[in-house]
């Protein structure tokens, strides 16, 4: 293996550290579980959990260094200096990581306090990708092609005046392609790339970091408050810790129609837009268009975040689409970090238990705007529909 440690504890999406700062203030007693699920079905070589776990290993000599420490303070004030304080005291714990391997198969599970394990998702997912490529001999395209590409991408980005964030951490194909890929998008001076969703390369290239919730902190108030509850108590914890900053809500965790019908008037007001993640994204541009009409919100002065397996030419398509409309930006992920001529692995990991106070597990689940892509245990997930009403 070449160089596979993590260079940074920064070295992961934004919206953990955000979520992790939320979760230290509102639910430091919390036990949660997360799984890895290998949707692409790919088959992972002989003593891959070997290899792993030693990677894995490595992470608990990471520390939050001064000069990190210092960009997070200037860069996001939102972040208060007690939950820095936290975080430079923070270390991963592998023994919360449990790696099986049977045959080709491999099981990954983090247990543990969620604001000690909300950390772990992000580098385990980019780790097992990096490796994957490594231990099966895949050649990748070269840097010179990478960066090319990129920079190609960029222009075509920087034509339709749209501004787009690097939001590849997860599937990336290494750390070295992720450099590169940075490197290449903050060459030119005027272009419309506005940041990355990675901390760590953001503080790096002198960009912002850019992120807000994932899809876990509804599924935790899913599970921990009950379906109906989950999108409203959700956003309204959200604005007890930032106060208005951070103002991109996440849409469909439980259905995007079920998401609008409790996103009313204040918080349509109080948060700058909205992300897109599944489904048809030009219906989705409609339905939040027409939204924000409904409570007398001019859509142009919100904006939508769209990131869901984003190309050049969908993101072609979606401006098109919403110019005069409403505004919009793009969190482009895969694309740029692992488009080096070889099959981007399709690999997630979900939140997909909260322990309640009688040490029982409450199954999480998450209902896409996919058709089909919903995910979580099939009692719940039916019992979820039946509260919510929603019908396939």
């Known amino acids: 293996m070449q160089n596979m440690t993590f260079n940074s504890i920064l070295d992961n999406d934004f919206y953990k550290i955000t979520m992790q700062n939320a979760v230290v203030k509102l639910f430091p007693s919390q036990t949660v579980k997360y799984e890895f699920?290998?949707?692409?079905?790919?088959?992972?070589?002989?003593?891959?959990?070997?290899?792993?776990?030693?990677?894995?290993?490595?992470?608990?000599?990471?520390?939050l260094t001064r000069e990190e420490k210092r960009f997070l303070a200037k860069t996001c004030p939102y972040l208060d200096l007690p939950y820095l304080d936290f975080l430079e005291g923070y270390h991963y714990?592998?023994?919360?990581?449990?790696?099986?391997?049977?045959?080709?198969?491999?099981?990954?599970?983090?247990?543990?306090?969620?604001?000690?394990?909300?950390?772990?998702e992000v580098p385990l997912l980019a780790l097992i990708s990096e490796l994957h490529y490594e231990m099966n001999h895949l050649e990748r395209d070269s840097n010179e092609i990478v960066m090319n590409k990129t920079l190609e991408k960029?222009?075509?980005?920087?034509?339709?005046?749209?501004?787009?964030a690097e939001f590849g951490t997860r599937r990336r194909h290494s750390y070295k392609v992720q450099n590169l890929v940075m490197e290449a998008l903050t060459r030119k001076k005027d272009s419309t790339f506005i940041g990355s969703s990675n901390v760590h390369f953001a503080m790096?290239?002198?960009?912002?970091?850019?992120?807000?919730?994932?899809?876990?902190?509804?599924?935790?108030?899913?599970a921990e408050f009950g379906f109906k509850m989950a999108n409203k108590l959700a956003l309204e914890h959200w604005?007890?810790?930032?106060?208005?900053?951070?103002?991109?809500?996440?849409?469909?965790?439980?259905?995007?129609?079920?998401?609008?019908?409790?996103f009313d008037k204040k918080f349509a007001k109080l948060f700058d837009g909205v992300r897109h993640d599944s489904g048809d994204p030009l219906e989705f541009a409609d339905k939040t268009i027409a939204h924000y009409q409904r409570h007398g919100i001019n859509p142009l002065f919100?904006?939508?975040?769209?990131?869901?397996?984003?190309?050049?030419?969908?993101?072609?398509?979606?401006?098109?689409?919403?110019?005069?409309?409403?505004?919009?930006?793009?969190?482009?992920?895969t694309n740029l970090t692992n488009d080096v001529g070889l099959k981007p692995m399709n690999i997630v990991m979900k939140l997909i238990g909260v322990q309640s106070l009688n040490k029982e597990w409450i199954p999480t689940v998450k209902l896409s705007d996919e058709h089909g892509k919903y995910t979580g245990d099939p009692k719940m997930i039916e019992l979820a529909k039946e509260f919510l009403r929603i019908k396939d």
């Open 37 to 63: 699920i290998n949707r692409g079905k790919h088959h992972f070589p002989e003593g891959f959990d070997v290899a792993l776990k030693e990677v894995v290993s490595k992470m608990a000599e990471l520390k």
């Open 93 to 120: 714990d592998p023994s919360e990581v449990k790696i099986v391997q049977t045959d080709n198969e491999l099981s990954v599970t983090v247990e543990g306090l969620w604001y000690r394990t909300i950390l772990w």
């Open 154 to 164: 960029a222009d075509s980005l920087n034509k339709l005046g749209v501004n787009f």
């Open 204 to 222: 790096k290239y002198g960009v912002k970091p850019i992120g807000t919730h994932a899809h876990e902190w509804f599924m935790f108030h899913g």
């Open 239 to 262: 604005v007890d810790v930032y106060r208005g900053d951070l103002g991109v809500a996440l849409s469909d965790t439980y259905t995007t129609d079920v998401f609008f019908e409790q």
């Open 302 to 333: 919100k904006y939508i975040i769209f990131s869901d397996n984003l190309n050049l030419e969908k993101v072609e398509e979606i401006t098109n689409y919403c110019r005069g409309k409403i505004g919009v930006s793009f969190g482009i992920g």
